[in-house]
């Protein structure tokens, strides 16, 4: 059991590059999230997923597209990188049962976008 | 505006002793809140997690307390060891969003030899 793992680990971009961040997660949980991580800042929601074929808006969404097509799998995409996407990019899943649901986060991936 | 307040901003301690974090949330309508350790480099890992009916929950040496009326929360750890230098996250989740999940910005502690 893995829980949550994302590749890369770190990436180096040229500013107008495209990238996909993978997400995976084998314990079946419904619920997928994006969020990064900044200096001085609280994680903020990108993207979210409550089931396979499912994607929504969070805090932060522009400049970011998702794709779950297999529930396992939760993608986020940079169309054309700029430099305020670098960043720790964390992935976490969920299952909602209940009150007492938490997130399982991944190890994080490093973006630096020159 | 949902928000949640951390404080200290960051503490040092010495290894052994005993340190309180706080937290302060405007979250409404409550649903749960949870502490989280991150570790340099690391994703943040669940300590523990408290309903609004729950007053105190204990994981090892870190004790959580919650107070709904005054929307405070603190994480209590005891005896400290030099592994418990960490990033600690406040999280307040609002009932019936699942985009409504509000991090704090957390607290760095150094635990010192």
């Known amino acids: 059991n893995a829980g949550v793992t994302q590749t890369p680990k770190f990436r180096v971009l040229k500013t107008g590059q495209s990238m996909t961040l993978l997400c995976a997660q084998d314990?079946?949980?419904?619920?997928m999230y994006w969020y990064r991580q900044d200096p001085g800042m609280g994680l903020r929601l990108i993207h979210y997923?409550?089931?396979?074929?499912?994607?929504a808006k969070g805090e932060v969404p522009d400049g970011y597209n998702v794709s779950r097509l297999k529930k396992q799998n939760f993608l986020l995409g940079l169309e054309s990188a700029a430099p305020s996407q670098t960043s720790v990019y964390f992935c976490?899943?969920?299952?909602?049962?209940?009150?007492?649901?938490?997130?399982?986060f991944g190890p994080g991936t490093r973006l630096l976008v020159l | 505006k949902n928000q949640v307040e951390q404080s200290p901003q960051s503490l040092i301690i010495l290894e052994g002793k005993n340190c309180t974090l706080q937290?302060?949330?405007?979250?409404?309508?409550?649903?749960?809140l949870r502490w989280y350790k991150q570790d340099t480099g690391r994703g943040p890992v669940s300590l523990t997690i408290m309903t609004f009916s729950e007053n105190t929950k204990s994981n090892g040496r870190y004790t959580a307390t919650l107070d709904a009326d005054t929307k405070q929360s603190s994480l209590h750890i005891t005896a400290s060891q030099l592994s418990d230098s960490a990033s600690y996250i406040c999280?307040?989740?609002?009932?019936?969003?699942?985009?409504?999940?509000?991090f704090g910005k957390g607290t760095r502690l150094h635990i010192l030899p």
């Open positions: 999280v307040v989740s609002a009932g019936n969003r699942d985009d409504k999940i509000i």
């Open positions: 314990m079946n949980h419904e619920y």
């Open positions: 976490a899943s969920t299952q909602k049962t209940g009150l007492l649901e938490t997130q399982y």
């Open positions: 937290c302060n949330y405007t979250v409404s309508p409550f649903s749960n």
């Open positions: 997923s409550v089931g396979e074929g499912t994607t």
